[in-house]
C-alpha cells in the first residue's frame, strides 16, 4: 500500500525547492571532492539539463524495447533514475550507464523476465562490454537507492478511477472509456518530469483524467463533488480540488520544458 511505503516516506517531497536542494548539495559535494578549475565543472542547471536528455533517450530505448516493455517496468526504470541522480552527480556517475542499469534492474524488479543477453540485444555496439557495464552497475544502482525498490504508479488508479467513474457516476461507460487514451498520454508524458518525487500516483491519475476531460470540453467537477469527495467537508473538497489543479498544470507545464531535448542524438 503507498501511504505505509517506503517511497511515500522517503521518495515524496514537499517542494520543487526541497528537491533543488538535494540537487545541490550532490552537486557542492562532488565540486569539493575536486581541486582546479572549478569553472570546468557542471551546475546543478546543466547537471539536470543531461538529465533530462537522457530521460528523453530512454523513452525512446524503453519504446524500442523487443520483447515491448510493460509499463510498470517503464515508470519503474524512470524513477529509479530520478532518484538516483537527486542524491547524486552526474559528474561521478555516467548518465547513459546508470540509465541501463535503471532499466535492467526494473526489468527484474517488475518481473519483465529477459535474459542480461536478451537486454543487450537492444543496445546497439558491443554487447558483452554493455552487459560487463550493467552487471558491474546493479549493485551501486541498489545501494544508492537504499534497496527501495518497490515503485507505486498512476496506472492503477487510474483504472479505479475509470470504473468508479462507470459505476458510481453519471458518466455512461463510453464517455468514461473515452477519457482514457488522453489520460494514459498524459501518465507517459509525466515520466519526463518531477512528478513522481512530488505527487503520490492517485494524485497523478486523477490529474490524468481531469485534463483528458479538459481536452474534451467535459468536467469531472460533479463527480469529484458528490462522488470522489462526498465524505469531505468544504475545506477538504477545495484542498483536494486545489492540489489536483496544482498537479495538473504542474505536468503539463514541465513537460514542454522536457520536450525540447528530444532533438539529441541517440547516444
Known amino acids: ?99 541501463l542499469t535503471c532499466v535492467y534492474l526494473a526489468c527484474k524488479v517488475e518481473e519483465f523476465n529477459i535474459s542480461v543477453l536478451q537486454y543487450v540485444a537492444n543496445l546497439p555496439g558491443k554487447r558483452e562490454k554493455a552487459a560487463d557495464l550493467v552487471l558491474s552497475n546493479e549493485l551501486l544502482l541498489m545501494g544508492k537507492l537504499n534497496y527501495q525498490l518497490t515503485v507505486h504508479h498512476p496506472w492503477r488508479p487510474l483504472e479505479g478511477f475509470l470504473i468508479d467513474l462507470k459505476t458510481r457516476s453519471t458518466f455512461h461507460e463510453k464517455d468514461a472509456e473515452s477519457l482514457r487514451k488522453g489520460a494514459e498520454d498524459f501518465l507517459e508524458r509525466s515520466l519526463l518530469c518531477d512528478a513522481a518525487l512530488l505527487f503520490a500516483p492517485s494524485q497523478i491519475a486523477l490529474a490524468s483524467l481531469v485534463w483528458s476531460s479538459q481536452q474534451q470540453d467535459t468536467s469531472l467537477s460533479e463527480y469529484m463533488d458528490t462522488v470522489l469527495f462526498a465524505a469531505a467537508d468544504t475545506s477538504q473538497k477545495a484542498r483536494s480540488r486545489y492540489m489536483n489543479l496544482y498537479t495538473t498544470y504542474y505536468v503539463h507545464t514541465h513537460i514542454h520544458v522536457c520536450n525540447l531535448y528530444f532533438s539529441f542524438s541517440y547516444w
Open 1 to 99: 500500500m503507498f501511504p505505509t511505503s517506503t517511497q511515500r516516506r522517503h521518495w515524496i517531497f514537499s517542494s520543487e525547492e526541497e528537491l533543488l536542494k538535494c540537487r545541490e548539495l550532490a552537486n557542492r559535494k562532488f565540486c569539493e571532492s575536486r581541486s582546479g578549475n572549478q569553472q570546468e565543472l557542471l551546475t546543478v542547471e546543466e547537471e539536470r539539463l543531461l538529465c533530462r536528455h537522457f530521460d528523453n533517450v530512454m523513452k525512446e530505448f524503453c519504446s524500442k524495447f523487443q520483447p515491448p516493455m510493460p509499463r510498470n517496468t517503464v515508470s519503474t526504470a524512470f524513477s529509479y533514475f530520478a532518484r538516483f541522480f537527486l542524491h547524486n552527480s552526474v559528474m561521478n556517475y555516467h548518465p547513459k550507464h546508470i540509465m
